[in-house]
Structure formats: C-alpha cells, structure tokens
C-alpha cells in the first residue's frame, strides 16, 4: 500500500536532477529558456508565488486578473504559475490553439475542492425542495471548472473578492435568495457589509447534506456553501486583540476570506489588489499588520522598507499548495517547451467552457 507521500511523488513525472541542481543552475537554465522561447511564451505569476518564480512573470495579479490578461495574448503557450483552477479559467478564455500549462499539477486549491460537481449537483437538488425555484448561484471564481459551468448553466454568475459586492447586488435582483460558494467567509462578510442580518443566512454542509438555519426557512437571503481558505483561517480574532492591547497605533488590514469576527474587528478588509494598493497609498512610517497569504506580505515588507509591515499571524507559512510552483518545476516546464514537448497542459473540455464562459461573462 502506498502512503500519500509516495502517491503525489508519482504524480509529479519531474526529472529528480531538476531537485538537485543548484539555485544558480536553474536560473541560468529558466532565463535561456524563456529567451528562446520568446514571443510564443507568456508566463503568468500570482501574487501568492515564491519570489524565484514571480521573477520570471510576464504579469502578475490575482487570479482573475491574470486570467483576463491570458485572454489577450497570442502566444502558443500560457504558464499558469498558481493552482489548477486559476489555469483552468486561463484555459476557458483563451483559444484552443494555445496550451494552458500549470508548472506542478499537484497544485490545487483546499477550498476549491470543498465543492465538487457531484456535491453540488446534489445541494442544488435539496435546496430546490426547500425554498423552489427562488435562488441564483454565485461562485467566487476560487472554484473548479465544473462548478463555474454549473453556475452558469444555472443563472448565476461568477465574483472575485474585488466585486463581490456588487455581484450579490446583482443576484438578488435575480431571485429571492443566493447561494455562494465555495467560500462561506467571503459570502457572509459581503452580505453583512450589504446590511444582510447573519440570522438571514443559512450554511449548506455538503458532507451532512444539510441546511444548518438561525432563523424560519421563508426568512433566509443567503445560503453559504460550507468551505474556507485554509489559509485565511488561520487568521485569529485573539492575534487582532493582542496587537490591540500592544500596538494600538498598528493598522490592520485583512483578506475578506478570514472569519467574520476576524474582518469584522479589523480596520481595513478588502481584495489582494486592496491590500496591494492600500499598502502602496500609506504614509511612510506607518504601521500595518496584514492578513493574507504570507509570500505576498514578505513582498510588501520588501518593496515598502519605510512603512513598518507584519503578518497578522507572527507563525503564519505560505499557502502550501500554491508553493508547489517552483524554480525547479518552472525550470523543467521551459526546458520541455524548447524541446517541443508540452507538458501539465490543463484542458477543460468544450462544454464546460462554454456553460463556464457564460458565468464569468455575466461577471465581467
């Protein structure tokens, strides 16, 4: 019997020598690659990306945003350095001419896989029975493919943690009532700033298969699907109160995937791009501690040497999934290229992009 280890071992067919080869090597070997390359390669790089990769991007942002811009290119070959899921977007919208490659298809995303199709296929059966034909899907665009497809052959639409609110807006001009999800946090943290009460809001548990209420079923706007950020999650009200107590000057800025407790005793919430850009618009010498994903705090604290820049959480690590992109699987990802060899191509059948395309469409 094999144990995990050995199992995602087998799934990465990575040469072993690219492990082995010096830092320096690697470079050296990337940038020559890329340089062949030329106009027939794009490389993408999200925010969350170790800095020896993020070197190498040609755009970098959040995943939408990197998807939009995968859209306008012409080049034979995307690399997609984040997860599965922000490659399957690039794929939807870009052409079938051109390869959509994510460096380590080990990369996924916890929260995207806390709704399958086949969960939510059987949620959106029971919630019929309950409330009937009064509800639209939202799914943040932290989803699979197959969700995306589902939500759009269904009505609704696709959001990002930049325009969640106004997609909510939308929704329930749509219908009675919303379903979000993947990520319960962002729905209740949205609907609360939009002055939806919390005893409005009903939880979907996809493992139970149940509707969990603080209020009569008639009364409910919002079902929140039952997943999380495993990384926002580790965000804590108790680090907010013991920074409070010996930093009262220290301003705290927040992802709106942490808690509602957490963003609601923060100063600031908002999208990677608020933070980014709320961070570049502060004052030097100003004080911050910040609530996201940890490579994307370094970099802060490295490009605003002036401001004085923490994590929210002093033992917090990367998003360990989106870690799995590294020099050496980028480095063996280019190599292959040059040879004419494509590999880890993330290809999302014709169907599914279309009912997809129809989702995120409806949002941009």
Known sequence: ?????????????????????????????????????????????????????????????????????????????????GVHFMAETADILTTRNQAVILPDVRAGCSMADMANIDQTERAWTELQKYFGDTIVPLTYVNSTAAIKAFVGRNGGATVTSSNAQEMVEWALTQKTRMLFLPDQHLGRNTAVKLGIPLNRMAIWDPIKQNLELQCAIEDVVVILWKGHCSVHMNFLPKHIANLREKEPDRNILVHPECTYEVVSASDFAGSTKYIIDMIEASEVGSKWAIGTEMNLVNRLITTYPDRDIVSLNPFMCPCLTMNRIDLPHLTWALEELVEGRVINQIVVDEKTSLEAKMALEKMM
């Not at 199992?7 to 470079?27: F, G």
């Open 1 to 81: 019997m094999t144990t995990l280890l050995e199992e995602l071992q087998l799934a990465d067919a990575m040469p072993k020598h690219y492990l082995t080869s010096s830092t320096e090597e690697l470079h050296e070997r990337a940038q020559r690659a890329k340089v062949l390359l030329g106009d027939r390669l794009y490389i993408l790089g999200h925010h969350y990306q170790k800095d020896e990769v993020i070197v190498y991007a040609d755009a970098s942002g959040d995943s939408l945003q990197l998807s939009q811009i995968a859209s306008t290119q012409t080049a034979d070959y995307i690399i997609f350095c």
